[in-house]
């Protein structure tokens, strides 16, 4: 449970006081407060409190389970405050509406804690303004039930919720308290009640026509607005016969760069999907192409989501992610998707994996794996209504020779083309030997190995990994057990790999000081060769071998 996250929803729901979806139950709320006795006010929040408490909650499991659309839900009771509104306007159906309500009334009374006080019938009336104010708080609710979602309990996110609702409830008992007061006070109040209700009733109405407008409540005053665009799909490149609706974020852990996000709030921009984790050498051959895009289309109305989704277990670690991202200078949103839960709601399936989205929401565009990158340009212009200019990206698809040796796992869930003498003893330290002969595209371990489910474990000093590979380039997935930096001898062809050696190597020396992919080949063309990794302790862990051009 994050005491930092709960204190931020609290205040989130005090600033709500200035949200023009406020002003249409103030007079609820101060009419409310009028009738009854002192504690009635308190009633009235502690209603307002446990009735969003309780919406927010539901709507959580509801959406989640369902698939309804907030903007729906808030459309509705846009309309039923629009109804209200034309009720406290007309004396006619103000009548009516009195005359219908006056048995739950009378009922509210007979329950009230305290006779005249009226506890319990303001707890029922600040539960009904709850219920009808709630919905309309729209893309606000939507980042809240986003940080909800997140949290790791059920706990946790009914911590945030209740922050939020007393935080929004607060500033409302003071003005129901003050307005009781001044009320009281002042006859005035009571000898034109008729016009001050219309008054309260036109100012419903005008409420709501304005959050109709599409001028959003939470970002009322600031100056970044980007109106919806509406465009014509003709102009796609590859773009998808059917579009669909872009799936929900779910179950994400953490959110860098960026306060939690949702498929809603992002209507009315162009939004680019980019599935990735940090130690894949495909996803990182991606990220210049993605962090200029970043940079040259953000300030036109285009917003990329990198969805960090893990392949191993270290990459689940924030840290890490902040450092990779740091290191490839990505300052675009990256969401932690630890659980893998956005992946799933997307159907996703690769590692990259590029989901591009137009203004309504729709995904129109899909791109899985490396290239491609001026038809992704392309289309992102053509959603932002840029086609005075060409693309800058390259269509620069060929990344790999006919024969490349395919990506290598190492740990025994995956691996395969092991070649040692010994067979595979899972979890548990062993001596292995490496073989006469190499095969191509396979590998073989000399001396004490631990191989466990997605990693190999050297157990010894002068444990060596051997590869027969064909490549250009060689990356290894490498990290340490205990966290202390281990050094590897890196051998090609049986001799010190010289000029060769990959961008990660000083001397011939690979140091491993933290969980990444490392370079540890660069030719100058791609061709066969027999790699080896000789590590000088014990605890370097190795999880897949990877290549390039």
């Known amino acids: 449970m994050n005491p930092l996250e709960i204190g931020l929803s609290f205040i989130e729901g005090l600033a709500l006081i200035v949200s023009p979806c406020i002003l249409p139950v103030l007079p609820l709320v101060l009419g409310a407060s009028v009738d009854g006795g002192r504690k009635r006010p308190f009633g009235i929040i502690i209603g307002f409190v446990l009735a969003f408490s309780l919406f927010a909650i539901a709507a959580r499991h509801l959406v989640a389970a369902l698939g309804i659309d907030v903007e729906l839900i808030k459309h509705v009771s846009l309309v039923l405050l629009f109804a209200l509104g034309l009720v406290l306007v007309s004396s ?123 001028v959003d409540a939470a970002g009322f005053f600031s100056s970044n607005k980007t109106a919806p665009v509406t465009l014509s799909q003709e102009g796609l490149q590859d773009g998808l016969a059917t579009p669909y609706a872009a799936p929900e974020f779910a179950g994400i852990q953490a959110w860098l760069n960026s306060n939690p996000l949702t498929m809603a709030s992002l209507r009315g921009k162009v939004v680019l999907i980019d599935f ?118 390259k269509n620069d698809n060929a990344i790999s020779n006919a024969n490349q040796t395919p990506e290598t796992y190492l740990g025994y869930s995956r691996a395969e083309n092991f070649s040692s003498e010994q067979p595979v003893k899972k979890d548990e ?39 027969h590979f064909n490549a250009k380039k060689v990356f290894l997935v490498l990290g340490t057990k205990d966290g202390k930096p281990v050094h590897a001898k890196i051998l090609l062809n049986g001799t010190p790999i010289g000029e060769r050696a990959g961008s990660d190597l000083k001397k011939g020396i690979l140091t491993v000081d933290h969980h990444s992919l490392y370079e540890l080949v660069n030719q100058t063309e791609a061709k066969e060769g027999a790699l080896e990794i000789e590590a000088e302790a014990a605890n370097l862990e190795a999880y897949a071998f990877t290549f390039g051009n």
């Open 276 to 393: 990735w984790t940090y130690s894949c050498i495909n996803c990182v051959r991606t990220l210049p192409h993605i962090t200029k895009w970043d940079a040259q289309y953000r300030d036109k109305g285009l917003v990329i989501i990198g969805v960090h989704a893990p392949e191993f277990e270290f990459e689940k670690n924030a840290e890490n992610v902040k450092a990779a991202a740091m290191q490839h200078h990505i300052h675009y949103p990256v969401a932690l998707d630890n659980k893998l839960d956005t992946w799933t709601n997307f159907q996703n399936r690769y590692w990259p994996a590029h989901y591009l989205i137009n203004q309504q929401g729709q995904v129109v565009y899909t791109h899985f794996g490396e290239g491609n990158y001026d038809v992704t340009e392309h289309n992102i212009r053509e959603l932002l209504g840029l086609r005075e200019a060409t693309v800058s990206s």
């Open 429 to 467: 330290e062993s001596h292995y030997t490496l073989p006469s002969t190499l095969p191509l595209h396979h590998w073989a371990l000399q001396g004490e190995w631990n191989i466990g489910s997605e990693n190999i474990t050297s157990a010894g000093n002068g444990a060596k990994l051997r590869l």
């Open 92 to 214: 006619t159906l103000s009548a009516k509406f009195s005359s219908l309500t006056h048995g739950a009334a009378n009922f509210g009374t007979r329950v009230a804690i305290g006779g005249k006080d009226g506890l319990l019938s303001g707890i029922a009336i600040g539960a009904l303004i709850g219920f009808v104010w709630t919905p309309c708080a729209g893309p606000i609710l939507a980042s809240v039930l986003v940080q909800v979602i997140r949290q790791e309990s059920n706990l946790a996110g009914y911590f945030i919720i209740f922050a939020f609702a007393i935080g929004a409830g607060l500033p409302m008992l003071v003005i129901a308290l003050t307005g009781r007061k001044i009320m009281s006070k002042l006859g005035f109040f009571t000898k034109h009640a008729e016009n001050i209700r219309k008054v309260f009733g036109a100012l419903i109405i005008g409420s709501v026509i304005f959050i109709a407008s599409g």
